[in-house]
């Protein structure tokens, strides 16, 4: 599989996933993109090459209006770091991308293409959010 990590993941976290994991394919934006390229035309030129997972340290990706619309055009599978996340040190970030990479790689091999997950600090899972997850809602 290949991840591409947006500018808001560092490329240091980048490169200490590369080490420990070597079955797939990972790249920092800034490897195929200049660092200023627009979130749609970033992911529209990776929906050309098709099979990229996103692994995005900026919610509004998918919130924003032009950048969801993008990225739900582009049928690209994508993980979404949760709001906390940008103000997180980054072996914080380091720590909780780890946690999360088991979940990552099993629902991009099992989920639909073009699907959406949030990853929060504080919960146990990720949560779906595009689709529209048919979970139900958890009690509390």
Request: a positive charge.
């Amino acid at each position: 599989m290949k991840f591409i990590f947006d500018n808001c993941v560092s490329s240091n976290l980048v490169d200490a996933l590369r080490c420990l994991d070597k079955r797939h394919e990972l790249v920092h934006h800034r490897e195929k993109f200049t660092a200023d390229t627009p979130d749609p035309v970033w992911i529209a030129a990776l929906a050309a090459e098709k099979r990229w997972i996103i692994i995005s340290g900026d919610p509004r990706i998918s919130r924003g209006q032009a950048e969801r619309a993008a990225w739900i055009e582009s049928r690209l599978t994508a993980f979404f770091c949760g709001d906390a996340w940008g103000s997180r040190p980054v072996l914080a970030q380091a720590s909780e991308m780890l946690r999360w990479w088991p979940d990552i790689i099993t629902l991009s091999k099992t989920t639909a293409l073009g699907s959406g997950y949030l990853l929060e600090f504080k919960t146990k899972q990720p949560v779906q959010i595009y689709p529209v997850s048919s979970r139900p809602a958890r009690k509390k």
